[in-house]
């Protein structure tokens, strides 16, 4: 045996205030009946009997309720719709709300995302018939969808920020694995650019946001600038000290039976390579 599976759809008007009634009226007349897109409804399930099922808050038990059809007291009625018919016993329908009973206790109720419409749209599945038209709940839904997309934006920011925190942490043990290995650099080399001071650097970076001072980067270069000028200094200065002390080509080529050959040595500057004549 089938029978019609009924829903009846209120506008919503609970609020306890006159004003706010009549201005949710003027919004599903607008928004329903003159554009077609929706409104701010409750509705219930009627099949099998004279009552209709809904859901709605409470603060213990089953938020399941039902009440004469088309009668609910609290809200200002609108119309019905036949979604279908449905072949399951009357037996079985009640075990539905049985089962549905216990599924949606009335703490869980949610304006946008657990109401009284995807209520019905529950216990239609579970009935075989078409769920409830997109106009009764789309409002809700569009603020459900608004506030899982601001949810789940604020999600990946958190995962983003997470991930950059763990690879800075990777980048870090890294660079300090390098600086350990390098610890036998000559003391000639510049601090700047030893593995240590990058890593000494980096984490202070990933920690306080803190980059080395001007100042101790530029006494660091002050002391490189002027180690590399005495560097010079002496070469040069040792350098003439062995060009004056050694014989002239000339000279030696006549002291000996050697001739005398002009080479690039690595420094670049051209010394002298005897051979047998």
Excluded at 55 to 78: I, L
Aim: glycine share 8%.
């Amino acid at each position: 045996m089938m029978t019609d599976v009924i829903l009846h759809i209120y506008d919503v008007t609970n609020s306890g205030s006159d004003k706010t009634n009549s201005t949710i009226l003027q919004i599903n007349k607008i928004f329903k009946d003159g554009i077609g897109l929706g409104g701010i409804f409750h509705s219930a399930v009627q099949v099998y009997g004279d009552d209709e099922w809904s859901f709605g808050f409470c603060e213990q038990g089953s938020g399941v309720f039902s009440c004469p059809s088309g009668k609910n007291p609290m809200y200002t009625y609108r119309e019905s719709i036949i979604l279908g018919k449905t072949n399951f016993s009357k037996s079985k329908v009640n075990q539905i709300l049985r089962e549905l009973s216990r599924e949606w206790p009335g703490t869980s109720y949610d304006l946008l995302s657990k109401n009284c419409n995807h209520f019905c749209d529950e216990f239609c599945e579970r009935l075989g018939v078409p769920k409830l038209p997109g106009w009764v709940n789309r409002f809700a839904n569009a603020g459900d969808a608004a506030v899982e997309i601001a949810e789940t934006t604020a999600l990946r920011f958190r995962q983003a920020k997470t991930e950059i925190v763990s690879a800075s942490k990777v980048a870090y043990r890294f660079l300090l694995g390098v600086g350990s290995s390098g610890s036998n650099d000559s003391a000639g080399n510049s601090n700047r650019g030893s593995p240590r001071f990058q890593a000494a650097w980096f984490k202070n970076l990933i920690t306080t946001g803190a980059k080395p001072s001007s100042s101790s980067e530029n006494g660091n270069q002050d002391d490189s600038v002027q180690q590399l000028r005495q560097q010079n200094s002496a070469r040069l200065t040792q350098q003439n000290i062995q060009d004056s002390e050694r014989p002239s080509l000339h000279q030696r080529s006549q002291d000996s039976d050697l001739t005398i050959a002009p080479e690039f040595s690595r420094n670049g500057t051209t010394t002298a390579t005897e051979f047998m004549a």
